[in-house]
T-cell receptor
Framework: AQSVTQPDIHITVSEGASLELRCNYSYGATPYLFWYVQSPGQGLQLLLKYFSGDTLVQGIKGFEAEFKRSQSSFNLRKPSVHWSDAAEYFCAVGRRNSGGYQKVTFGTGTKLQVIP | GAGVSQSPRYKVTKRGQDVALRCDPISGHVSLYWYRQALGQGPEFLTYFNYEAQQDKSGLPNDRFSAERPEGSISTLTIQRTEQRDSAMYRC?????????????FGQGTRLTVV
């Protein structure tokens, strides 16, 4: 069974500083990997995904993530954080099948606080 | 519709009552998923459908929970004899069938409170 660990429950960064949110997964094969963002009162929005190919993935809002198979990691990064990035971020892994992916397992999330 | 629509947005019910939560997926989306998210936790998989067929219900916590999608579009998640521990945000998502590696879109969820 797949699983996802987000070791940081809460992170605070200054506006303009760089950001890295950690994600480690457990899965027997090459997984499908996702990062979602959840703002208060909003649904989950996909930031980026990795399916295959280039291990450095670019997403929306200036985010990127790098798939490192040797470390079973998929950390999310942003070079300069904006106050509007304050939200909760979820890493997720999808199980592959012949139809692509189906069941997605989410981590427990990292809450990002941005201070002036 | 333009996005995944869930209703009601908020539901308060008394312990022991049955509740039905509705999900209207994006038009034409083949796959539909139900997740439950407790406070401070990530979404937890409950079940999913391809068209009207329930493909995986391994995440349903017990037999009080059931889901259906009779015409391959709208889905209903039903919780019978609700308990306080059922209080959570219930999220629905839908995904196109082809190409297979497409994004799942989430609705805004139904916040269920059992008192």
């Amino acid at each position: 069974a797949q699983s996802v660990t987000q070791p940081d429950i809460h992170i605070t960064v200054s506006e303009g500083a760089s950001l890295e949110l950690r994600c480690n997964y457990s899965y027997g094969a090459t997984p499908y990997l996702f990062w979602y963002v959840q703002s208060p009162g909003q649904g989950l929005q996909l930031l980026l995904k990795y399916f295959s190919g280039d291990t450095l993935v670019q997403g929306i809002k200036g985010f990127e993530a790098e798939f490192k198979r040797s470390q079973s990691s998929f950390n999310l990064r942003k070079p300069s954080v904006h106050w509007s990035d304050a939200a909760e971020y979820f890493c997720a892994v999808g199980r592959r099948n012949s139809g692509g992916y189906q069941k997605v397992t989410f981590g427990t999330g990292t809450k990002l606080q941005v201070i002036p | 519709g333009a996005g995944v629509s869930q209703s009601p947005r908020y539901k308060v019910t008394k312990r022991g009552q049955d509740v039905a939560l509705r999900c209207d997926p994006i038009s034409g989306h083949v796959s539909l998923y139900w997740y439950r998210q407790a406070l401070g936790q990530g979404p937890e998989f409950l079940t999913y459908f391809n068209y009207e067929a329930q493909q995986d219900k391994s995440g349903l916590p017990n037999d009080r929970f059931s889901a259906e999608r009779p015409e391959g579009s709208i889905s209903t998640l039903t919780i019978q004899r609700t308990e306080q521990r059922d209080s959570a945000m219930y999220r629905c998502a839908s995904k196109r069938g082809r190409p297979p590696n497409t994004e799942a879109f989430f609705g805004q969820g139904t916040r269920l409170t059992v008192v």
